[in-house]
């Protein structure tokens, strides 16, 4: 069985996906940091050097790779990761897989995202908490139609670790 986690940067994917892991006892896998160990390399460097299309394209090879793992996994997703190629029907589709949406509002990502974004490089370059907030916005708009097919959605806002662990046990 393979729990994949979906959600905005800054949802908690990560946070939640290892603790979950450990109260199921199942492998943890964050698609992030595995992209980074296979290709030696930080994802802000890949998009610097590569461009996006070249990142879109290695991290849906490598959820295909995790994805035809047999053991039981907690599979953290990449905020872009349903929204490209055809991973979101990949993740539908596949019968080993339950999934779920972190979800949480726009002020919420956006506070949370703003003093840790400087990994992440679509959102690096923005100054102020205002303009982050109104990026945030009109990307979690045109992401959502992808979120939003995932098994279940988990309502993540002013929720500890704990309760969101819970509700989706
Ligand atoms: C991205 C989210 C990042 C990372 C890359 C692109 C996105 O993952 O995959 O910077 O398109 O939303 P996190 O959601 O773990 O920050």
Redesign the pocket.
Known sequence: MIIVLMG???SG??TIGKQLSSVLDYDFIDL?DYIIKKENRT?ANIFSDKGEIYFRKI?SQYLKEILSQENNVVLAL????PCYANNIELIENDENVISFYLKLSIPYLSKRLFSEKDN???VSHLENLEELQEFVGKHLFERVQYYSKANYTVEAEEKSVKDIIESIL
């Open positions: 905005y940067m800054g994917k990560s992030d994802i991290e990449g905020g872009g990761t992440r490089p679509l």
